[in-house]
């Protein structure tokens, strides 16, 4: 059982280039959601799904985009990279109500 | 005024201290409550949920002050492999939000 799966672990990218990071979870949760973490900020949600086909904006969504075609995966797209992007992301899941998230191990992201 | 406010410390205490962290929160609305521990460049892990009625669990102790809207953490007996940082976590309606989180250092 894997749980929460985030691929890259690291990447740089340029100013203005695109990319997708990818979360995928192996145990059935309806909830993902994806954050971003700097610091002093705590952690700050980007966009949520509450299932297949559903998607949300959270409380930073601009310059960000989710979809979730299937329960599995739930990939972000950085469509032009910014340098205040920089951060460390983060993909979690939970199942139906608040029982607690679980994360993946995280994405260390540089824009230069 | 962050949602979710927390002293970010850091607190440094000898094995076997106790230590209490506090939080506060803005939203009355606020359903669920939760510490997370953040080991350095690693994930946040859930370490308890949070009850009204106050909760245990082992060394740990939680407590929810609903009218002051306030959450702590209570750690007794400190052990070195308490060294991490604790997230004070408000859930409402989907919307998880999180302290910047308090560091907690336990020296021998």
């Known amino acids: 059982n894997a749980g929460v799966t985030q691929t890259p672990k690291f990447q740089v990218l340029k100013t203005g280039q695109s990319m997708t990071l990818q979360c995928a979870q192996d145990?059935?949760?309806?909830?993902m959601s994806w954050y971003r973490q700097d610091p002093g900020m705590g952690l700050r949600l980007i966009h949520y799904?509450?299932?297949?086909?559903?998607?949300d904006q959270g409380e930073v969504p601009n310059g960000y985009n989710v979809s979730r075609s299937t329960t599995e995966d739930f990939p972000l797209r950085l469509l032009s990279a910014a340098p205040s992007q920089t951060s460390v992301y983060f993909c979690?899941?939970?199942?139906?109500?608040?029982?607690?998230?679980?994360f993946g191990s995280g994405t260390r992201l540089t824009v230069v | 005024r962050k949602e979710v406010e927390q002293d970010p410390g850091p607190f440094n205490v000898p094995e076997g201290a106790t230590v209490a962290f506090n939080c506060t929160y803005s939203?009355?609305?606020?359903?669920?409550f939760f510490w997370y521990r953040q080991d350095c460049r690693k994930e946040p892990k859930l370490l308890m949920s949070?009850?009204?009625s106050g909760n245990e669990d082992g060394r740990f102790t939680a407590q929810l002050n609903r009218a002051s809207q306030y959450i702590s953490l209570l750690i007794r007996d400190s052990k070195l492999s308490d060294s991490a940082t604790y997230l004070c976590?408000?859930?409402?309606?989907?919307?998880?939000?999180f302290g910047a989180g308090t560091r907690l250092t336990v020296k021998p």
């Open positions: 979690a899941s939970s199942p139906p109500g608040s029982y607690g998230y679980t």
């Open positions: 976590v408000v859930w409402n309606n989907n919307d998880m939000r």
């Open positions: 939203n009355s609305a606020s359903q669920s």
């Open positions: 949070v009850y009204s």
């Open positions: 145990m059935n949760h309806e909830y």
């Open positions: 799904s509450v299932g297949a086909g559903i998607t």
